[in-house]
Nanobody, 125 residues
Framework: QVQLVESGGGLVQAGGSLRLSCAAS????????TGWFRQAPGKEREFVAV????????YYADSVKGRFTISRDNAKNTVYLQMNSLKPEDTAVYYC??????????????????WGQGTQVSVSS
């Protein structure tokens, strides 16, 4: 079993940047794809980005493409989400997650098994 812990959230003005981190314990992240999802109040959890186990493959939601960058440092067992040009509509709790099939690198939340507790990102206008 793997435990995922997100950090790096906070309050930022529109146009600002934040970098989220997802640290893993209990099992290495280096052998698994890792994704980020977010959930705003009153809305369903939505896909943000995913990175393959090696870091060579990445996939983004259209709403964040060009603004967010997912990366990983397997030596540190950590995955990052660099968020630039933040907008008020990016306000949500952000979760990192790993899939049941370590090679799955898609956007369907039901394919993901382990989830962190989330970190709040708030963007003011």
């Amino acid at each position: 079993q793997v435990q995922l812990v997100e950090s790096g959230g906070g309050l930022v003005q529109a146009g600002g940047s934040l970098r989220l981190s997802c640290a893993a314990s209990g099992r290495t992240l280096s052998s698994s794809a890792t994704g980020w999802f977010r959930q705003a109040p009153g809305k369903e959890r939505e896909f943000v980005a995913v990175i393959g186990w090696s870091g060579a493959y990445t996939y983004y939601a259209d709403s964040v493409k060009g603004r967010f960058t997912i990366s990983r440092d397997n030596a540190k067992n950590t995955v990052y989400l660099q968020m630039n040009s933040l907008k008020p509509e990016d306000t949500a709790v952000y979760y990192c997650t790993t899939p049941r099939n370590p090679t799955y690198a898609g956007s369907r939340p039901n394919e993901y098994q382990y989830w962190g507790q989330g970190t709040q990102v708030s963007v003011s206008s």
